[in-house]
């Protein structure tokens, strides 16, 4: 059974500083992502990641302030988010692709990825 947990959310200040993770069970994938979806907005991409070779890519929201990475050990990705702004708030998921599909250095759209976490919530207060 596939399943992606995401962990790590919460309550922080603007200027701070929060860490999610993300563990993925029962398969491996090609490209994680991490998208966040705003109350009354559509989901959007955060930032990707190509597994083996670690190549990451961004939203320009998020460039310079968050950092995703990945332990392949652990089957695990995360996310650094630096210099929190109350306009990240947001319900955070991870999503992971299927190998089986066309390889590509990074993927941006919802519907690129197969698999999805429950999500977690960060809060930014102002």
């Known amino acids: 059974q596939v399943q992606l947990q995401e962990s790590g959310g919460g309550l922080v200040q603007a200027g701070g500083s929060l860490s999610l993770s993300c563990a993925a069970s029962?398969?491996?994938?090609?490209?994680m992502g991490w998208f966040r979806q705003a109350p009354g907005k559509e989901r959007e991409f955060v930032g990707g990641i190509l597994w083996d070779i670690q190549s990451t890519d961004y939203a320009d929201s998020v460039k310079g302030r968050f950092t995703s990475s990945n332990d392949n050990a652990k089957n695990t990705l995360y996310l650094q988010m630096n210099s929190l702004k109350p306009e990240d708030t947001a319900i955070y998921y991870c999503?992971?692709?299927?190998?089986?599909?066309?390889?590509?250095?990074?993927?941006?759209?919802?519907?690129?990825?197969?698999?999805w976490g429950q999500g977690t919530q960060v809060t930014v207060s102002s």
């Open positions: 029962g398969r491996k994938f090609s490209n």
């Open positions: 999503a992971g692709r299927l190998l089986s599909r066309e390889i590509a250095l990074y993927f941006r759209r919802p519907s690129d990825y197969d698999y």
